[in-house]
Every structure is written in C-alpha cells, then in structure tokens.
C-alpha cells in the first residue's frame, strides 16, 4: 500500500482528531491555523486518501460490565488459504472477539476478547473460541491493567 504524504498541517490535524474525533471544523482549523473551508478540504482529502478511516466513541467497558480483557493466542491445524479464510469468518462473526492478528511465530493468530468475568470467559472458551475452524491450541492470558492503552498512531 502506497504511503500518503503528509504536510505540517495534516499532521496536525490528525493529531489533533486522534484526541477528539469529535472536534468541529470551527475549532480544529483554530488550532492549525486554517480557514474552515481549507481545513474542511484537508479532511475530505485524508478520508479519500484512506488515512482517515473513520471515527468512533471510546466506550468504558467495566462500566459497561465487562471487567475482563483476555489476549488468547490461536495454533490452527492447517494454514492453508481455505483454513484460514474459514477462521477468519467465523472470528468475524464472533461480538466478543475485539482484535483479530494473524502472527508469525508459535501461535497462528492473537486475539483481544472481552469477558464480563470468569464465567463468561469460560462460556466463550467453550461456545466460541475452541468451536473455530480449525482450532487446535487455545492459550489465555488475563490483562490485569492497561498500562498504555492504544491512543493513537504517532504522527510526526
């Protein structure tokens, strides 16, 4: 995929929407110094370029109940193109996979998975995770904290 070249004032943009994706025109071509309409020009280009690829809401998920981040680690039987097409599908489908990582190494792909406790990680072991296509080794490991959490890309 070709790199998009990126000035001063795109970069500042985007570092300013990474914090608030929320911020009107008015007050993001305040900060960078750009009439609204140029700053307005700017986003349309960077959403046409694919560099930005949407905006979302960053929901708290012990408020909303789930009070377990789960990172499992997936060895497939085979990897062939069909298998792994198959798999991927199917974590598609699945609302409690957050994150899907086809990896190099002992593990074919890392997932982060959201569990309200215990007893729902254990449900989703059973009823998801090991009912994938394919699926010959499940390993979990339970986050204790976010340390860093993902808060954007750095935009230098």
Not at 59 to 75: D, E, M, P, Y
Request: aromatic letters at 4%; glycine letters at 4%.
């Amino acid at each position: 995929m070709e790199t998009v070249e990126l000035d001063d004032k795109d970069r500042a943009l985007l570092r300013f929407l990474q914090r608030d994706g929320r911020a009107s025109i008015a007050a993001l071509a305040d900060k960078i110094a750009l009439s609204e309409s140029a700053c307005r020009r700017r986003i349309d280009m960077l959403e046409k370029a694919g560099v930005l690829e949407g905006y979302r809401a960053e929901l708290n998920a012990s408020r909303l109940g789930f009070s377990l981040t789960v990172f499992v680690s997936i060895a497939l039987g085979a990897q062939t193109d069909k298998d792994l097409a198959a798999f991927e599908t199917a974590v598609r489908a699945a609302p409690e996979v957050l994150e899907c990582w086809l990896m190099t190494g002992d593990s074919d792909y890392l997932l982060r998975v959201a569990a309200r406790d215990v007893a729902d990680l254990e449900r989703i072991h059973r009823e998801v995770l090991t009912r994938l296509p394919s699926v010959v080794r499940v390993n979990t490991a339970i986050a204790m904290r976010a340390v860093s959490p993902l808060r954007g890309l750095p935009i230098r």
